[in-house]
């Protein structure tokens, strides 16, 4: 019986010394958990706001807990964000999404916890100044590492373990003595500790032990009470913290919402003032435009060619200054989004005719040829027809304004769903550094550029958001010397397409150029046509090619732009001999640097047309056509006329009609009276919109036209 009872004995002992050391580990690294993820919540700022000050101050909180060797903190990729104490080397881990033991050796644990901020899933847009106060999900932004030393624990369950063996042993010795008296008092000790502490790591409470029984019993209860008032205090000091914490983040929080609101009202209030501010910017550069234009008419009246320079240079900066407001008003629009999409269904036509009639002119200030490509069909486009054309001014300007003595070129095609906008030109070309941030709001290409070109550096950033605006994109290619090729591309309603070809009365039709590239703008357009063309050049002209030919139903097309030969007015004047004498329909395209004025004002009984650059589809068919029945026809540039809901006010019109101007800016109403006083027509001023209702009601007033401020009071 001494036997089975010291065996139960020691049985006994080495079940509760079990018990004590797991329940103790299970304390210490619960303990260590909390002192983890403690640190995780602390660091959340400090990532949040790349601060290695505050998140050294909550690692050396950390680092003065008891048993904590080391601290770490990661960032969301593992990077190596601040660490403190003696970090031991090991192998990478795999990322923790909750609070785990990544390693554990004999002397130490490493533990690893996720630090997760609020975020608000329902948000499709982010913010500089939004909040995550809408809870939906967590997000990881980083990790906090906690090495945790197993020196205590050692200890405690190496105390424990002896303690333990020495009563056990104690036990047996004293068995045969004390059996009958001491058996009963020291097993219900030994089980109501064990119970204890069983209920200890089952409840999770840090629950005392009654310190009865045998003095060894005591002296474990007492050791076990210990551990659970130590455990007891850390738990405080970590509410404490966590407390502390909660508040920290509830201030920044604050802050941060009223940086925000601050922000957004700042940029609510530019867009106001952008706004309004737009009409009072205009104004007066307006003002200055007309007033320069009305001056330089009468120096020209007086020949006074030094101020009509001045002038001029006047004029053109002013224009430039309202080039620069409005660029910087679109973009303030776009950027506080205020900017919207009038797409309506327009001609192509139309906005290329428009184009041409803004960028022929640019082009001849370099001496570049300007060239138009485009399909025969005539589509509509479903876009907004302002921002489409602004974005083709702002490319072609461009291509004009850094090419010189080359070409430009408009290229148009589609497909059914898209149209193809491609603007080549053959001037000094982008690097690949360049093409890189051509977009770029206030970005040009080099500062020695920018002062040779001028500019404010916000065409194409503009260009590039309208045409995103459109539903499109937009692209570069360039190389330095050789040009470059800006294309973007717009959408085309499915049925806009009208594909009913011209008829002309044509057996063939000759065309002679002598560059490539005019020739095949020529060529696609009179292919489109489906008419039959036999390309020519000067020598077999002037070698008898129509001796022998009836040309009743041909024509003769003469596009001698490129034609390399010193007397080019010897050679028109050649072929003009060889198309009268065979009374050959022919039709003369401009010649850059050439004026053909002294053979318009002859006569050529109706044979010979010339057609102003550069070629587009709607010109060269008026030509065509005017030829074929017998009337020559001279294609000038656009004309401006005055056009009102009763129609054209013609010139014998002008004495009789009546403007009236609503106008409330003194400067402007002197300006339109003056341009309108040249044109000879009559007009009467309204200060506001009232006197203008006043006016418009009046019987005896019978105004075809109102040139109206929008914006006045």
């Known amino acids: 019986?001494?036997?089975?009872?010291?065996?139960?004995?020691?049985?006994?002992?080495?079940?509760?010394?079990?018990?004590?050391?797991?329940?103790?580990?299970?304390?210490?690294?619960?303990?260590?958990?909390?002192?983890?993820?403690?640190?995780?919540?602390?660091?959340?700022?400090?990532?949040?706001?790349?601060?290695?000050?505050?998140?050294?101050?909550?690692?050396?909180?950390?680092?003065?807990?008891?048993?904590?060797?080391?601290?770490?903190?990661?960032?969301?990729?593992?990077?190596?964000?601040?660490?403190?104490?003696?970090?031991?080397?090991?192998?990478?881990?795999?990322?923790?999404?909750?609070?785990?033991?990544?390693?554990?050796?004999?002397?130490?644990?490493?533990i690893q916890t996720p630090i997760k901020v609020l975020a608000d899933a329902t948000s499709d847009e982010e913010s500089e100044f939004d909040l995550d106060i809408g809870i939906q999900e967590e997000q990881i932004i980083g990790y906090a590492e906690v090495v945790y030393s197993k020196e205590y624990l050692i200890e405690a369950q190496t105390q424990v373990t002896l303690l333990i063996s020495i009563v056990g042993i104690a036990s047996v010795a004293l068995l045969g003595i004390i059996l009958r008296f001491g058996l009963l008092k020291l097993f219900k000790p030994l089980g109501d500790l064990a119970h204890t502490m069983q209920k200890a790591e089952t409840s999770g409470e840090h629950i005392l032990a009654e310190t009865s029984g045998a003095k060894e019993v005591q002296n474990m209860a007492s050791a076990y009470n210990s551990m659970m008032k130590v455990l007891d205090q850390q738990d405080n000091d970590l509410k404490r913290?966590?407390?502390?914490?909660?508040?920290?983040?509830?201030?920044?929080?604050?802050?941060?919402?009223?940086?925000?609101?601050?922000?957004?009202?700042?940029?609510?209030h530019k867009s106001e003032f952008m706004a309004n501010m737009s009409h009072e910017l205009r104004t007066p550069i307006q003002s200055?435009?007309?007033y320069g234009e009305l001056v330089t008419e009468e120096l020209e009246l007086e020949a006074n060619f030094e101020l009509i320079d001045d002038m001029d240079k006047i004029s053109k900066n002013a224009q430039r200054l309202l080039l620069m407001i409005n660029s910087l008003l679109d973009l303030a629009k776009i950027e506080s989004g205020k900017i919207d999409v009038n797409n309506s269904e327009v001609s192509l036509k139309d906005i290329i005719n428009n184009i041409t009639d803004t960028v022929t002119p640019l082009s001849q200030i370099n001496n570049n040829q300007f060239i138009?490509?485009?399909?025969?069909?005539?589509?509509?486009?479903?876009?907004?027809?302002?921002?489409?054309?602004?974005?083709?001014?702002?490319?072609?300007?461009?291509?004009?304004?850094?090419?010189?003595?080359?070409?430009?070129?408009?290229i148009v095609y589609n497909d059914r769903s898209r149209v193809y906008f491609e603007i080549k030109d053959s001037g000094i070309g982008l690097s690949a550094e360049q093409q890189y941030y051509i977009f770029d709001e206030f970005r040009q290409v080099d500062a020695g550029q920018a002062r040779k070109f001028s500019g404010t550096g916000l065409g194409l950033a503009i260009s590039k958001r309208f045409v995103e605006l459109m539903g499109g994109g937009i692209s570069v290619s360039s190389e330095i010397g050789k040009g470059s090729c800006f294309s973007f591309t717009v959408n085309v309603t499915p049925d806009g397409y009208d594909i009913e070809l011209p008829s002309f009365e044509l057996q063939q039709v000759f065309v002679l150029s002598d560059h490539k590239t005019i020739n095949k703008s020529l060529l696609i357009q009179l292919d489109d046509w489906q008419l039959p063309v036999k390309k020519l050049t000067v020598d077999e002209i002037m070698d008898g090619f129509f001796d022998d030919m009836i040309m009743d139903k041909s024509i003769l097309i003469v596009d001698l732009n490129r034609y390399q030969h010193d007397d080019i007015e010897g050679c028109v004047e050649g072929i003009i001999k060889v198309v009268t004498k065979k009374n050959i329909k022919c039709l003369f395209i401009e010649i850059n640097g050439f004026n053909f004025n002294s053979f318009i004002d002859r006569s050529f009984e109706n044979s010979i047309a010339f057609l102003s650059r550069p070629i587009l589809p709607n010109k060269?068919?008026?030509?065509?056509?005017?030829?074929?029945?017998?009337?020559?026809?001279?294609?000038?540039?656009?004309?401006?006329?005055?056009?009102?809901?009763?129609?054209?006010?013609?010139?014998?019109?002008?004495?009789?009609?009546?403007?009236?101007?609503?106008?409330?800016?003194?400067?402007?109403?002197?300006?339109?009276?003056?341009?309108?006083?040249?044109?000879?027509?009559?007009?009467?001023?309204?200060?506001?919109?009232?006197?203008?209702?006043?006016?418009?009601?009046?019987?005896?007033?019978?105004?075809?036209?109102v040139l109206m401020d929008c914006q006045m009071p």
């Not at 002992?13 to 329940?23: A, I, L």
């Not at 106008?663 to 339109?672: A, F, S």
């Open 1 to 110: 019986m001494v036997i089975a009872i010291s065996l139960m004995t020691i049985v006994i002992s080495f079940v509760t010394t079990t018990g004590v050391n797991q329940q103790y580990r299970q304390l210490m690294l619960k303990n260590s958990f909390q002192i983890t993820e403690g640190l995780a919540k602390q660091a959340v700022f400090s990532l949040l706001s790349g601060s290695e000050q505050n998140a050294q101050e909550a690692m050396n909180q950390v680092i003065g807990f008891q048993s904590v060797l080391a601290a770490q903190l990661l960032s969301e990729n593992q990077d190596v964000f601040l660490t403190l104490g003696k970090y031991p080397t090991h192998e990478k881990t795999v990322p923790a999404s909750h609070t785990i033991v990544t390693i554990e050796t004999p002397s130490y644990w490493l």
């Open 241 to 268: 913290h966590r407390d502390q914490l909660e508040k920290e983040v509830d201030i920044r929080t604050a802050e941060l919402v009223e940086t925000r609101d601050a922000a957004l009202t700042a940029s609510r």
């Open 288 to 290: 200055i435009i007309g």
């Open 372 to 410: 138009i490509e485009q399909n025969n069909d005539i589509f509509r486009l479903v876009v907004d027809k302002e921002k489409l054309e602004q974005v083709l001014l702002n490319l072609l300007s461009n291509a004009c304004k850094f090419t010189k003595n080359g070409l430009v070129s408009l």
């Open 620 to 705: 060269l068919q008026s030509s065509i056509r005017g030829l074929l029945r017998g009337r020559t026809t001279v294609y000038h540039g656009p004309k401006i006329e005055i056009e009102t809901k009763g129609g054209i006010l013609e010139a014998d019109e002008k004495e009789s009609a009546s403007v009236l101007v609503a106008e409330d800016n003194l400067v402007n109403q002197k300006v339109l009276i003056s341009m309108l006083k040249k044109l000879g027509v009559r007009a009467d001023i309204a200060n506001n919109g009232s006197e203008a209702l006043l006016a418009l009601s009046e019987p005896d007033h019978n105004y075809r036209l």
